[in-house]
């Protein structure tokens, strides 16, 4: 699953990434508020990000929460037991089928945090980037919540990691080239076969500090390589 991630990017840097597959498919951008962009070193659920959407044959980056609160929820809390959405089933789980013909989007950010829980005495946390160090353009479902007053809520869409990830973890987001972020989010058939692993750039990773654990930090340090240091005892100093 993702469960964190980071949202450090201009809109020049966004626009950079999408500008050829923009122009090839004659469509702009539509940015609203600059406080939109203001960067988020620790994305948690509830978090309310800027989503990139279709709306009339163009895109608006438009404000939403991280947790998807299906229209007929009641419940605005069901939105953070719901952030992903699992690839293989999104066309079956009732919360999310509905979003699936015609309320797809794509979550763009710097990369996403993952914890290796592979010693089960503690969780080592990674930063997750693009091997080639763009923007990440993430798959992801939408809907307007009544729960929540109409406002907008999202999940973000995961499948099994391929051999770049699957050491740390066993799931990772759907991540799009532009071309295929334009697919989804516009192709009134929705293309599920873009979840196919090897149509989607490669990720890196490395290790981070732990302070990431907690959401109160949010800074651009933590995105820092973590390099554990071994003290060696000196025989001498003993006795």
């Not at 999310?96 to 969780?123: A, H, N």
């Amino acid at each position: 699953m993702c469960g964190r991630f980071v949202g450090a990017f201009s809109a020049e840097v966004l626009m950079d990434e999408m500008s050829d597959a923009l122009s090839e498919a004659k469509m702009t951008i539509t940015f609203g508020e600059d406080s939109l962009l203001a960067p988020n070193y620790n994305t948690a659920p509830t978090h309310i990000v800027p989503i990139l959407r279709n709306e009339e044959s163009n895109i608006v980056v438009d404000p939403m929460q991280w947790g998807l609160v299906p229209s007929w929820s009641k419940d605005p809390s069901v939105g953070s037991k719901l952030i992903n959405a699992r690839s293989e089933t999104i066309t079956e789980k009732p919360s999310f089928r509905q979003s699936v013909p015609s309320r797809r989007c794509i979550i763009p950010m710097s990369g996403f945090y993952e914890w290796d829980r592979t010693d089960p005495k503690r969780k080592v946390p990674y930063f997750v980037t693009r091997e080639d160090g763009c923007v990440m353009l993430v798959a992801g479902i939408w809907t307007a919540s009544p729960a929540l007053d109409g406002r907008h809520t999202f999940s973000l869409i995961t499948r099994e990691s391929v051999d770049d990830l699957s050491h740390i973890h066993s799931r990772s987001p759907v991540e799009l080239c532009a071309n295929d972020a334009l697919e989804w989010m516009c192709n009134p058939v929705p293309p599920l076969e873009l979840f196919a692993p090897d149509l989607q750039p490669r990720f890196a990773a490395r290790k981070v500090s732990t302070l990431v654990n907690s959401v109160k930090n949010n800074y651009k340090s933590l995105l820092d390589e973590y390099v554990e240091i071994t003290v060696k005892s000196d025989p001498d100093t003993l006795f």
